[in-house]
Every structure is written in C-alpha cells, then in structure tokens.
C-alpha cells in the first residue's frame, strides 16, 4: 500500500509515523507513506496557499490550484479509481467498515485542508471522497488524516504480529471487546474474576462473549442492532437484562459469574 499526504504541515507527521507500528511497517517495507507540502505545488512566488473569500467575510479559503496540481502529480503513475480523500468535518463519518474498504486499494491520496476551508472547485475536480472523524471540529484535517492512516496500516497483512487480533476486536464483528487481564491476580484488593483463571475454555469463551455483549449493551446498545448474534448471544443477552451490574466492571464480585 502506498499513501500521499498533502499538507502544509510536514512536520505534523514525523514523529508517529516513525513510532510504533507505523514505523516499523514502513521499514518491512509493508506500505509506504510520503508527505508533500501543499506550498511545493504553488506557481507563484511567495507560494501562497490560501487567499479571501470572495463574497466577504472572516477567515480565508485555500487555494484550489495546488490541491490540483499535487493530485495531478500524485496521480500520474496511479491505477484510475485511487481515491482522493479529503478530511472535513462535512465529510461521511468514518467506520471500520469504510477503513477496511479503503484499505483494499494498492494506493490512497489524502489532502489536509485547513482555514476555513477550500476553494469548492479543487473539491468538486479531484476529492472522490470526504472524510469526517467524528462530530468535533479539529483545527484542520491533519490529525483526521493520521486517524485514517493508523486504522488502515493495522489492516495491512503482515502489519501486526498476530492477525487473528483484528478479528476479535471491538467493532470486527460489531460488538464491543470484553475487559482485559493480566498479572496479578489480586491487586489492592480488586480480583481477576475467577473463571479466567480456572483454565476451563469453554466457560472463559462464554463469559468473554458475554461480557462483550453487556459492554456493548450498557455502552452502545445501537450496536446490537446491526451486530451478528447467535442464539447463545441472545440467551446471554436475556441474562445479562437479568443482572444489571455496574460498568465498567467490578473484578472483586465477578467471580462465579459466567
Ligand atoms: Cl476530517 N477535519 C476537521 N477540520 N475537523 C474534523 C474532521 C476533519 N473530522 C471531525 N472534525
């Protein structure tokens, strides 16, 4: 996988993008991700990259002519159909289920906008699509652009160690994950429940999977709605309305409780 970020802020991306998974993608050679400057791609002098509103009013616009050069540029020894993607709060919210689609694309173009926004003809020529991160307004699209670059190199095959990991985690299969453990046992009074340290894989399956579901239905309920449940879920759920408990969970009265 290959992706181009444009941006007027380079260094914005330097430092995660040389942390953790990210970096050690790049170096496995896994997927490759170049950042351009915006303003390389000006024609002018003094590489201007935003300029007045016409029409009035406060703030100023981004320019549409470097945005088209830089995907022209970008462009030009790309497969037809690399998506353009351009953050902005207007923008479809993103889901795993858009990650996972993105993610199928041998190359991606990001474009960072920022002020009050940009040109609408650079919009409407190069953006296939626009992306929103959540309902929250950021000071521009940079953060929403590692968002997406984050969630879309864990799906490269190879990327992490262990591939069933992205299988069982919240929103894979539309639910929420169960609480998490590990040593001690005991820690200032507050105990590992104690059938997941009975070793009996079938009860530690059966309340992961229902501690999954309470999560869900005591965080977000609409989850289940579009989640795929067995009929052992729907058993668990039934249990579950039968015996409301605290989130998040209190490992000290879990014991006994499958
Ligand atoms: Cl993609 N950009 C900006 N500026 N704000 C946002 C966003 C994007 N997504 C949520 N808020």
């Known amino acids: 996988m290959h992706i181009d970020v444009v941006t007027i802020f380079p260094d914005f991306f330097r430092s995660p993008l040389q942390t953790s998974i990210l970096a050690r993608a790049q170096q496995a050679g896994l997927v490759t991700i170049q950042i351009h400057d915006l303003r390389t791609f000006t024609e002018d002098k003094h590489r201007v990259v935003d300029d007045y509103p016409y029409g009035g009013g406060p703030g100023m616009v981004m320019k549409a002519q470097p945005f088209l050069a830089a995907t022209e540029t970008l462009r030009a020894d790309s497969a037809d159909g690399t998506p353009v993607i351009f953050f902005t709060p207007q923008g479809r919210p993103l889901t795993q289920q858009r990650v996972c689609e993105f993610s199928e694309y041998q190359h991606l173009i990001l474009l960072c906008g920022h ?6 003809r650079a919009r409407q020529a190069v953006v296939t699509e626009e992306v929103s991160i959540g309902d929250y307004v950021l000071t521009g699209g940079e953060p929403a652009a590692l968002v997406l670059i ?7 095959p190879g990327v992490l160690g262990n591939e069933s990991s992205t299988e069982s985690e919240s929103f894979a299969k539309g639910l929420l994950e169960h ?22 894989h079938e009860q530690i399956r059966r309340w992961r999977r229902k501690h999954s579901l309470r999560r869900t239905l005591t965080r977000r309920p609409e989850l289940l709605r579009t989640a795929e449940l067995t009929e052992e879920d729907h058993k668990l759920l039934a249990e579950i309305k039968q015996q409301p408990q605290k989130e998040p969970q209190e490992p000290t009265q879990a014991s006994g409780d499958i």
């Not at 002020?115 to 609408?120: A, C, K, L, R």
């Not at 984050?150 to 490269?156: N, Y």
């Open 115 to 120: 002020y009050e926004g940009v040109d609408e």
């Open 179 to 200: 609480p998490h453990y590990t040593r001690p046992a005991e820690l200032d009074g507050m105990r590992v429940p104690e059938v997941l340290l009975s070793g009996h």
């Open 150 to 156: 984050d969630a879309l190199v864990r799906l490269v």
